[in-house]
């Protein structure tokens, strides 16, 4: 493996509940494992220094993460551009990233698509760079593959609904990301 360190940057709408659960869920797990894996978030709609909703601290809290001092930030070009690894939950939020810096779509994926493509192409190789390795990844995608508004590979917003609860969204979120950093570490090291 080689010894970089992976800053990802994780999108939502509002950035308060789905993406900063993911960058928690980056954050601790890397941590426990010893990885070398620095993570953000960002909103495509976010209304800049909000907290994050009562629910999700609520839901973070029960896994083992502290959300209370997070703050909303909007989405902006020079994050996506530091960024290695970009992650959207929803499609609408990959599309939003990849129109605000074209450049961006070969390291921009929605969390379960990544699993998805992670799962067909394999892990990261010994000694791979993660752009070289998010490279085989992308491999077959097309920018026009973004049009439309399938939710296949959305984790739901439980901001507002009835339907999905914020619990059983970062519990979703945590085991995505569980998956992509095994397949992003497939030796448990950096």
């Known amino acids: 493996m080689t010894d970089e360190r992976v800053e990802v940057l994780v999108v939502c709408t509002a950035n308060q509940c789905r993406s900063p659960l993911g960058a928690a869920a980056f954050l601790g797990r890397a941590a426990d494992l010893g990885l070398a894996v620095d993570a953000r978030s960002s909103g495509?709609?976010?209304?800049?220094?909000?907290?994050?909703?009562?629910?999700?601290?609520?839901?973070g809290r029960r896994i083992?993460?502290?959300?209370?001092?997070?703050r909303s930030t909007p989405l902006a070009v020079d994050a996506i551009r530091k960024a290695d690894l970009v992650i959207g939950?929803?499609?609408?939020?990959?599309?939003?990233?990849?129109?605000?810096?074209?450049?961006?779509?070969?390291?921009?994926f929605t969390l379960?698509?990544?699993?998805?493509?992670?799962?067909?192409?394999?892990?990261?190789?010994?000694?791979?760079?993660?752009?070289?390795?998010?490279?085989?990844?992308?491999?077959?995608?097309?920018?026009?593959d973004l049009i439309g508004l399938s939710?296949?590979?959305?984790?739901t917003d439980p901001t507002g609904s009835n339907a999905v609860d914020h619990r059983?969204?970062?519990e979703e979120i945590d085991a995505l990301v569980r998956t992509v950093l095994d397949l992003m570490f497939p030796d448990g090291s950096a």
């Open 64 to 70: 083992g993460w502290d959300l209370s001092a997070h």
């Open 44 to 59: 495509i709609q976010a209304g800049p220094g909000l907290p994050a909703t009562p629910a999700t601290i609520d839901a």
């Open 112 to 144: 379960k698509e990544l699993v998805r493509r992670g799962g067909e192409a394999g892990g990261r190789e010994p000694g791979e760079a993660v752009a070289t390795w998010l490279g085989r990844l992308h491999s077959g995608r097309r920018a026009q």
């Open 168 to 170: 059983g969204t970062a």
């Open 89 to 108: 939950l929803e499609r609408r939020h990959v599309q939003e990233i990849v129109l605000a810096d074209p450049a961006a779509f070969t390291k921009t």
């Open 151 to 155: 939710s296949d590979d959305d984790v």
